[in-house]
């Protein structure tokens, strides 16, 4: 079965600098995509960034950009000049078919003004 | 926009009661699932309809019943309630060959 794991339950960073939330997952399959869904304390869970693993070249959306490395099954999430809105749980996500997410335990985000 | 909504923010409930979590898209969504969020867990799925009448069970099915007589309405139904089932419950809907999910705000329930 896939697993994802986030290691780090929590993570802090100062406004305006860089942070990395670190992803690892297991399988046996060569096509999937991942994902990092963003869940803001208003609790609506919102989709950040995602990977197709058939891709080298890694995803980026303004500020969020990913490191995927396909061979390690490592999936890290960098956030540059972080804002007070970028606080929130962070979910790393595995599918494989498009019927399923297998998430990781999260790791809550605390922005430092 | 994509809009989930389900029926309650909070939710208090007593042992043995039946239950009935309401969750409602619209945006004629095939796919929908219903996923519980538990502290140092993460999100873990306890079922998922990819069209009217049809469910499927998901990693932790037990205690739980679905149902789906609408396309735009998937409800999650707990038929005895119990204190392990207090807990974060979120909806997600998604396009039958979409892997982008859309999720509600979620119900806390708390089971007393």
């Known amino acids: 079965a896939q697993t994802v794991t986030q290691s780090q339950p929590e993570m802090s960073v100062q406004e305006a600098e860089t942070v990395t939330l670190s992803c690892t997952y297991d399988?046996?399959?060569?096509?999937?995509?991942l994902f990092w869904y963003k869940q803001p304390p208003s609790r609506q869970m919102i989709l950040v960034i995602r990977?197709?693993?058939?891709?080298?070249q890694n995803a980026t959306e303004n500020r969020f950009s990913v490191n995927f490395q396909k061979a390690a099954k490592s999936f890290s999430l960098k956030i540059s000049d972080s804002q007070l809105g970028d606080a929130a749980m962070y979910f790393c996500?595995?599918?494989?078919?498009?019927?399923?997410?297998?998430f990781g335990q999260g790791t809550r985000l605390t922005i430092n003004p | 926009d994509v809009k989930v909504t389900q029926s309650s923010r909070y939710l208090v409930k007593r042992t043995g009661e039946k239950v009935f979590l309401e969750c409602v898209q619209d945006?004629?969504?095939?796919?929908m699932f219903w996923y519980r969020q538990d502290p140092g867990l993460g999100l873990r799925l306890i079922y998922f309809?990819?069209?009217?009448?049809?469910?499927e069970k998901g990693d932790i099915p037990e205690g739980y019943s679905v149902s789906r007589e609408k396309k735009e309405r998937f409800s999650l139904i707990l038929e005895s309630a119990s204190t392990n089932q207090t807990s974060m419950y979120l909806c997600?809907?998604?396009?039958?060959?979409?892997?982008?999910?859309?999720f509600g705000p979620g119900t806390r329930l708390t089971v007393t």
């Open positions: 997600a809907s998604s396009l039958y060959n979409s892997y982008e999910q859309y």
């Open positions: 399988t046996s399959e060569s096509d999937y995509y």
């Open positions: 990977q197709e693993a058939y891709k080298q």
């Open positions: 996500a595995y599918t494989q078919g498009a019927q399923k997410l297998v």
């Open positions: 945006m004629d969504h095939e796919n």
């Open positions: 309809s990819y069209d009217v009448k049809m469910k």
